[in-house]
């Protein structure tokens, strides 16, 4: 069982890196995903990849799965009948939340509904104080009449989030086993094992989203497991998690919010990596695919982390890569409103129907369209020629769209909407690079996502960036990065101290406590302890304010690992907001474990005979940049030393444009590096 394959499900294709560590070739298959049912565009994949490659299912080892299917439930608000029981007196502090202004200008704020109504939220009569003592004892009644009360509202699935459950979760623990007992196969999250962590609206709103999605992601992994047992596919399933590390399906059927930035963060992964072999320190990551584009940084050989994020607006209170998405991709729609304003996105065609060009019943132009009207996409090589394009389709959606509405022809309409689409690209890395304090023209980008290459040099133009690195098997880049991930669980213990000698006995308990959960983790994994490696953080503030920043815990829990760590928050806070405070006191908030189990990493080989095989020879044709020119176009394999722009490189599922004052040319570990040239 020695092929190992990395899969990434995105919202228009689904992405296949495969190793097969015998022959230490690698390759990738690119397939569209089926969004009824992904595990169906799966296993097409891997059946595809069966073919082309050369291996059985029975040598398969190991399959590595990242998937939007979390993300995609909650943005679309597919969602079961879900219930949350809270402290009597606070049910309402899902729909509170924080008393933030998102749109500062707004005259009218509107805020989206709460997942679970009121009328499903249960005030429990019970109360723990924040010392973990009990202030009002949970009685059998109230155990019992939650349990009635959750029959009579047919919960689907059920969330516990009880007062200081962080400190003591005594309560939740019995709510949870009285719901267990009385419903049995009814789905329960509790606070306490999924976000252990200060914060009641924060915490509140991360166990909701993991209760509502347990049974989506729990239905997902029983038919995707069915069908790799119905094809003799019995290969170890490992699901990607937020924070970039792999977690067991078991694990993720019962903590699916783990898993909601689980394709996006692969990418990442590979991004560091890649950035590391290169000897690049400051790199930004895009990942432009058919429905989103992400973009991560790479600053100092890491990938910036966060410990909340959101999605669609709900705060998620767990470790994550730090990604910025906006709904710019090649399939992202174009459009022009009764105002005659011009938009490219959020809203995407998908893979059914898809862009006009792909034939399948689309009607509107999208990003693809708009590269395929200028020439800049090949109408009989898209996928390698697995998929021809309609030229004259694109030509139409734009024409009637976008070109009759604001008196344009196609190719000024279609070079419109590429324009557009990249000030929006070019904007959300700015965003992701200013909100650091970081230059742009510091960096270098690498672009990856089968969109990617066609926008790259030209966000890099706008943005002042003079090199852009295009990775080998850019397109399936991600499901690459998710190939070399490793085993990681992230534990929290969170309780407010000082950060001074007299809190040492606490700390060392916690510590020693997140320790010792995380060596369980890793060995109901099966990791070997002499793979297992476990790293200690702590969030940490100056007294009195509102937020953290997580500080590595390098040393021993004790009085000179404690002044360690309190020199670098100084540090920390200096670099990150130009000042601080050595003589103010500290308080240390949270402490954190990061238990990583280490998988064998696949060592890169020779590329699969694929890509060779539907090569074509260098050749020219026609491309609108500005106006249109007799482009040079290769194919990636004959690129052998430095080509000017403008200039077309093609490869199986992703294209590259340079412009010109550009310059293309291999790099170190199969990357193409265009460096734009100084006059």
């Not at 049910?91 to 679970?116: N, T």
């Not at 689907?156 to 719901?179: G, M």
């Not at 200013?434 to 960096?443: H, S």
């Not at 998988?599 to 940049?625: E, K, M, S």
Request: glycine share 12%.
């Amino acid at each position: 069982m020695a092929v190992r394959l990395g899969i990434d499900i995105g919202g228009t294709f689904t992405d296949l890196q495969v190793f097969d560590e015998r022959t230490g070739r690698s390759g990738s298959v690119k397939t569209p995903t089926t969004p009824d049912d992904p595990s169906v565009g799966l296993m097409a994949g891997i059946d595809e990849a069966v073919a082309r490659f050369g291996f059985a299912l029975a040598d398969v080892g190991l399959l590595l799965h990242g998937t939007t299917i979390a993300t995609n439930a909650v943005l679309e608000r597919k969602l079961p009948r879900g219930v949350l029981l809270a402290t009597e007196g606070f049910r309402d502090v899902l729909e509170i939340g924080r008393h933030v202004r998102r749109d500062i200008y707004g005259l009218r704020q509107q805020r989206a509904a709460p997942l679970i109504p009121r009328e499903r939220r249960l005030g429990v009569a019970e109360r723990m104080r924040a010392d973990g003592s009990v202030e009002r004892a949970l009685s059998p009644a109230a155990l019992d009449g939650a349990a009635v009360a959750i029959r009579e509202m047919q919960a689907e699935t059920v969330a516990i989030s009880l007062l200081h459950a962080t400190v003591n979760p005594a309560h939740e623990q019995a709510l949870r086993d009285a719901i267990g007992h009385a419903c049995p196969g009814l789905p329960v999250s509790i606070s306490s094992d999924v976000s252990a962590e200060i914060r009641e609206y924060e915490r509140t709103s991360t166990t909701v989203l993991n209760a509502l999605l347990v049974p989506v992601v729990r239905g997902y992994l029983d038919r995707l497991e069915r069908r790799m047992a119905e094809r003799g596919l019995l290969a170890r399933l490992l699901l990607v998690q937020s924070n970039g590390g792999m977690c067991s399906a078991a694990v993720a059927a019962a903590q699916p919010v783990r898993l909601l930035l689980s394709g996006p963060s692969g990418g990442a992964l590979a991004a560091s990596r890649i950035a590391a072999a290169l000897g690049l320190g400051s790199v930004v990551g895009i990942d432009m695919g058919g429905t989103s584009f992400d973009v991560c940084v790479v600053d100092g050989g890491r990938v910036t982390q966060t410990m909340q994020g959101e999605v669609d607006g709900l705060p998620v209170r767990l470790p994550m890569v730090e990604i910025r998405t906006i709904g710019s991709g090649g399939g992202s729609l174009a459009a022009v409103d009764d105002a005659g304003r011009f938009s490219v996105g959020p809203h995407s065609a998908g893979s059914r129907p898809g862009p006009a060009c792909y034939g399948r019943g689309g009607l509107r132009p999208t990003v693809t369209d708009a590269n395929l009207a200028l020439g800049r996409l090949d109408a009989g090589f898209f996928l390698g020629g697995a998929l021809p394009l309609d030229a004259g389709a694109a030509r139409a959606a734009l024409a009637a769209e976008v070109g009759t509405k604001l008196g344009l022809d196609p190719e000024e309409a279609a070079a419109g909407v590429v324009a557009l689409a990249n000030t929006s690209l070019a904007a959300a890395i700015r965003l992701s690079l200013f909100e650091k304090g970081l230059d742009p023209r510091g960096f270098s980008l690498l672009s990856f996502g089968g969109a990617g290459g066609l926008h790259a040099v030209e966000v890099a133009d706008e943005l002042g960036i003079t090199e852009v690195v295009f990775p080998a098997d850019a397109s399936t880049f991600s499901a690459g990065g998710i190939l070399g991930s490793d085993i990681v669980h992230d534990l929290a213990s969170s309780r407010l101290l000082p950060a001074h000698s007299a809190s040492l006995p606490a700390l060392a308990q916690a510590a020693a406590g997140l320790r010792e959960g995380g060596r369980a983790l890793l060995d109901a994994d099966g990791v070997a302890r002499d793979r297992q490696a476990l790293d200690l953080s702590a969030d940490m503030r100056y007294r009195g304010q509102a937020f953290e920043l997580v500080v590595p815990w390098d040393g021993a829990v004790d009085e000179a690992g404690l002044q360690a760590t309190v020199s670098a928050f100084h540090d920390l806070h200096r670099q990150r907001f130009s000042y601080a405070n050595p003589g103010d006191p500290v308080d240390i908030v949270t402490l954190r474990l990061s238990a990583t189990g280490r998988l064998d990493a696949p060592q890169a080989g020779q590329t699969g005979p694929a890509a060779v095989a539907r090569a074509r020879a260098p050749h020219r044709r026609p491309v609108f940049l500005g106006g249109w020119q007799d482009v040079a176009v290769v194919h990636r394999t004959e690129i052998s030393g430095p080509m000017p722009g403008p200039l077309l490189i093609e490869e199986d599922y992703t294209t590259v444009l340079l412009t010109e004052g550009w310059t293309g040319e291999p790099g170190p570990h199969g990357a193409l590096i265009a460096r734009r040239r100084v006059p």
